[in-house]
């Protein structure tokens, strides 16, 4: 604690922009934190909270990144729903069941980790999310996802999409929508098929469909995406001819 109570001290005095608390075995969050107004970046991460009222963050108005992994989080804490300037908020790790609604308060944010959570639903303020351009849904435990949310496909800036190691056995055809997506990490889940749509992606440069032990075929038309210069499969896909999908 000793420790902790000198990074907060230095961190006032120098004005510091960053701190790091991870792993420093805390209960609580030190209320002295709130003085620190000139921090844009602190990690909480790898600290088992036994309340977890954040409020000292409250006045902490030029926070735009937040790391709150692996601390056995079940619930988004409400007490940092006004931090409305957060860019990135890391809550990989946890066993976040539910997404409130107040997610959408978060209108500046441009990274989102879920990771290895349980998340079972996704509710309709994430599409209030016009900034976000990272999204990370990969691992989610418990009743893992077995279809992308509709409402993931109204990110439109959304560049990154992570959904690996789910169930997931179907994507919409609205994935198309999402017309500035660089990324898309599907590996390790239950596809039978790909849809057309994912060809219409006109910035698509990185697809990872490797680990999807049903998946043989992909759609007309994989030849002529342009942007498109690395593909990922499994050696038992490629072991076979891929056919063309003409769904």
Same mark, same amino acid.
Request: charge should be positive; charged fraction near 25%; include cysteine.
């Given at each position: 604690?000793?420790?902790?109570?000198?990074?907060?001290?230095?961190?006032?005095?120098?004005?510091?922009?960053?701190?790091?608390?991870?792993?420093?075995?805390?209960?609580?969050?030190?209320?002295?934190?709130k003085s620190l107004t000139t921090l844009v970046e602190l990690n909480l991460s790898r600290n088992?909270?036994?309340?977890?009222?954040?409020?000292?963050?409250?006045?902490?108005?030029?926070?735009?990144?937040?790391?709150?992994?692996?601390?056995?989080?079940?619930?988004?804490p409400t007490s940092i729903q006004n931090l409305t300037q957060l860019k990135k908020l890391n809550?990989?790790?946890?066993?976040?069941?539910?997404?409130?609604?107040?997610?959408?308060?978060?209108?500046?944010?441009?990274?989102?980790?879920?990771?290895?959570?349980?998340?079972?639903?996704?509710?309709?303020?994430?599409?209030?999310?016009?900034?976000?351009?990272?999204?990370?849904?990969?691992?989610?435990?418990?009743?893992?996802?077995?279809?992308?949310?509709?409402?993931?496909?109204?990110?439109?800036?959304?560049?990154?999409?992570?959904?690996?190691? !789910?169930?997931?056995?179907? #994507?919409?055809?609205? %994935?198309?929508? &999402?017309? $500035? *997506? @660089?990324? +898309?990490? /599907?590996?390790? !889940?239950?596809?039978?098929? #790909?849809?057309?749509? %994912?060809?219409? &992606?006109? $910035? *698509? @440069?990185? +697809?990872? /469909?490797?680990? !999807?032990?049903?998946?043989?075929?992909?759609?007309?038309?994989?030849?002529?995406? $342009?942007?498109?210069?690395?593909?990922?499969?499994?050696?038992?896909?490629?072991?076979?001819?891929?056919?063309?999908?003409?769904?």
């Amino acid at each position: 604690m000793q420790l902790v109570e000198e990074r907060i001290r230095t961190a006032f005095e120098q004005k510091h922009t960053k701190l790091d608390l991870s792993g420093c075995e805390l209960r609580l969050l030190p209320p002295e934190i709130k003085s620190l107004t000139t921090l844009v970046e602190l990690n909480l991460s790898r600290n088992n909270f036994i309340n977890l009222n954040l409020e000292p963050l409250g006045g902490l108005t030029r926070l735009n990144t937040l790391h709150l992994e692996s601390m056995s989080l079940v619930r988004i804490p409400t007490s940092i729903q006004n931090l409305t300037q957060l860019k990135k908020l890391n809550l990989a790790n946890n066993r976040i069941d539910k997404l409130e609604d107040f997610i959408g308060s978060f209108t500046q944010l441009e990274h989102l980790s879920l990771r290895n959570n349980e998340v079972e639903s996704i509710p309709k303020q994430l599409a209030l999310l016009q900034q976000l351009k990272y999204l990370d849904l990969g691992g989610i435990k418990g009743n893992r996802l077995q279809t992308l949310p509709e409402v993931i496909y109204d990110l439109k800036e959304l560049v990154v999409l992570d959904a690996s190691s !789910n169930e997931i056995m179907t #994507i919409s055809e609205s %994935i198309q929508r &999402l017309n $500035k *997506l @660089q990324r +898309l990490i /599907l590996r390790n !889940n239950h596809l039978k098929h #790909i849809p057309q749509a %994912i060809v219409q &992606l006109p $910035k *698509l @440069q990185i +697809l990872d /469909l490797s680990f !999807n032990p049903t998946l043989t075929t992909l759609p007309e038309g994989f030849q002529e995406m $342009k942007s498109l210069h690395t593909l990922h499969l499994d050696q038992r896909v490629l072991a076979n001819p891929l056919k063309k999908d003409k769904r």
